[in-house]
């Protein structure tokens, strides 16, 4: 194998007319999570419309942690607008169906009742469906349900089959294919634990929240209030990837190992077997009911709260971890966005443009393993951005020192407009060269960021985050039922419907085995 090249060695390669076209046909995917609430914003406590189809089985329209948090998911495409258009179809008809129901715009929500007002997503009587229900059930006693139901954007990132073929031959590689795009996203991985921290400084959308999310307890931020019941920090970016969010420091301690794949397989397994004494306390099935699926570290490996995971679709039946063994990483999914309010989709264009750069550069650029003072390193330029990421003169640690936000990004940028100027080439426009300028003005310049904005705009008006989501969600909702559907049609969306709830009495129908005896084989692979 040649030596590791440089970026700007990969770039020059890279940019030759025999090679340009490899990196042309980049595949993304978007799942967007909302919560449906009532036209006073409170949480919805209907179940997940009937009309929408079953949860369980619809490819675009499903729950994640309960009952009101629905979730979008597009199929992979390698056209920014087909993306697009499909979100938004998936937004205009789910709107155009949900009554007088909306979808709450912003990341953090507001006027939960408490714990017991949010019910658990539920998926049916077959075996599998009640796993789904268990498995959440065992995050509602390990974490509370609060922290669940903070919603986000994933993206879904590939490379193209074209792209790996040509990156082996400049590496100099024959080893076996799968092992190399493999080790190709783990690197990717390992620079968004270094550098994803510019994903919250830029698109972080959550600088407030509802006092009502903290029930009555004390935090030790230094909270600052506005209108009747809003706390915010002055120079926050992202509360939503704080220890308030759905980041847990309970997992601090795992040590999950990205330096290859089978390393990374081997540290989640070791947390799936192992046993917490903490979540032993709780009990597995007390008088006769479950309250979660075991009383290891893990329950699942969806358990591992991640900004960006490694991924591979399974077939029928497979566990996650088993598809990427086999078969390896598929794609990667970054789970770093906060919901954009300024967008009924909650993402607009320029961000998806962004993260096609950020990554794609994180995947060229060398990417070394990641030492243990690393990790601590990455883990509190991480926490400093997302609290007080827009403070002027916010220093972060690059490796060789303390630096401001702004050098360091500054330099970043540099490397970034590269790529740029590599994609804008590829695909014979300037879009990405010109999304990225935009970008960089937020780095010189924090009051131009998506949570400056917001925190802006409620603290000109004096207005509760309750307050603006409403609104805004009502202004969405008049929008988007007002629209047309784009790229698919309503008889698609109702085929979908009718074949999921099809699909899931199918399921149910299928069933022989008791559930102690489905779980107990189901965990044991």
């Not at 008088?287 to 490996?301: A, I, K, S």
């Amino acid at each position: 194998m040649k030596s590791e090249m440089s970026l700007s060695a990969m770039l020059e390669q890279l940019n030759t007319p025999e090679r340009i076209g490899s990196v042309r046909g980049l595949r993304r995917g978007i799942e967007r999570e909302g919560l449906r609430i009532t036209p006073e914003g409170r949480l919805s406590q209907k179940p997940h419309p009937k009309v929408l189809g079953a949860a369980l089985t619809h490819p675009n329209i499903t729950t994640d942690y309960a009952e009101s948090l629905i979730e979008f998911i597009t199929p992979p495409s390698d056209s920014m607008e087909t993306l697009l258009s499909q979100l938004g179809d998936i937004h205009r008809y789910t709107v155009q169906h949900l009554g007088e129901e909306r979808l709450w715009p912003l990341s953090m929500p507001c006027f939960i009742g408490g714990e017991e007002s949010i019910g658990l997503a539920q998926y049916g009587s077959s075996n599998i469906g009640k796993l789904k229900t268990l498995y959440r059930e065992g995050l509602h006693h390990r974490y509370g349900s609060l922290m669940q139901v903070i919603a986000g954007v994933h993206y879904n990132f590939s490379m193209p089959d074209s792209f790996w073929s040509e990156w082996q031959d400049l590496r100099g590689v024959r080893c076996q294919c799968k092992r190399f795009i493999s080790d190709g996203y783990m690197g990717l991985i390992r620079n968004v634990y270094r550098f994803g921290w510019l994903i919250p400084y830029l698109f972080g959308a959550s600088p407030a929240l509802c006092s009502s999310f903290l029930q009555g307890k004390e935090s030790r931020l230094p909270f600052e209030k506005l209108g009747r019941g809003t706390l915010y920090l002055p120079y926050a970016t992202s509360l939503r990837l704080s220890d308030l969010g759905y980041t847990n420091k309970a997992q601090a301690a795992l040590n999950i190992n990205h330096d290859t794949l089978d390393n990374y397989l081997m540290s989640v397994r070791r947390a799936l077997r192992t046993r917490s004494e903490e979540f032993a306390s709780l009990g597995v099935k007390v008088d006769g009911n479950y309250r979660q699926l075991n009383d290891h570290v893990l329950q699942l490996e969806n358990e591992l709260y991640a900004p960006i995971r490694p991924k591979r679709s399974p077939r029928d039946g497979e566990r996650t971890l088993s598809a990427l063994e086999h078969r390896g990483i598929e794609y990667i999914e970054l789970r770093t966005l906060d919901l954009n309010p300024f967008s009924p989709l909650g993402v607009e264009l320029s961000q998806l443009r962004f993260l096609d750069i950020f990554l794609v550069w994180c995947l060229l650029k060398p990417s070394a393993p990641l030492s243990s003072e690393e990790i601590v390193r990455n883990r509190q330029n991480l926490t400093r951005v997302v609290l007080e990421g827009r403070r002027p003169d916010v220093m972060l640690h690059n490796g060789s020192g303390e630096v401001t936000l702004r050098s360091w990004g500054e330099q970043l940028f540099e490397e970034l407009s590269q790529v740029a100027q590599l994609l804008d080439r590829a695909y014979g426009r300037v879009l990405y060269q010109v999304t990225l300028q935009g970008e960089l003005e937020k780095i010189k310049d924090p009051t131009q960021t998506l949570s400056a904005r917001v925190l802006d705009h409620l603290l000109k008006l004096d207005m509760d985050s309750a307050t603006y989501g409403r609104e805004l969600a009502e202004k969405y909702r008049q929008q988007l039922r007002g629209e047309e559907l784009m790229f698919w049609d309503g008889a698609y969306f109702a085929d979908e419907a009718h074949a999921s709830i099809a699909k899931q009495r199918e399921i149910e129908a299928m069933d022989h085995q008791s559930f102690d005896d489905f779980l107990k084989s189901y965990l044991s692979h």
